[in-house]
């Protein structure tokens, strides 16, 4: 299992969500870094990158599907 249903807030993964991953303020959806605006709601202004605020949204989608906890980065 990768992290449960907690996504533990180490270095390594706010580099990794700093460089990846960013939550939309409007509708709360997990969108991608490179995304321009977000996908749900069309919202194009700032987005939220807080690494805790990224990690509870992935917690969330793992409780959801978690089949994805099984997923081994390494
Ligand atoms: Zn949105």
């Not at 870094?33 to 069309?42: D, L, Y």
């Given at each position: 299992m990768l992290y449960g249903r907690r996504f533990p807030v180490t270095p390594k993964f706010k580099r990794l969500v700093a460089g990846s991953l960013k939550v939309c303020p409007v509708c709360g959806t997990l969108v991608t870094?490179?995304?321009?605006?977000?996908?749900?709601?069309?919202w194009q202004g700032r987005f939220l990158r807080d690494p805790w605020i990224v990690g509870a949204k992935l917690a969330e989608i793992a409780a959801t599907c978690p089949e994805l906890t099984d997923v081994n980065p390494n």
């Open positions: 870094q490179a995304a321009s605006h977000c996908f749900v709601c069309a």
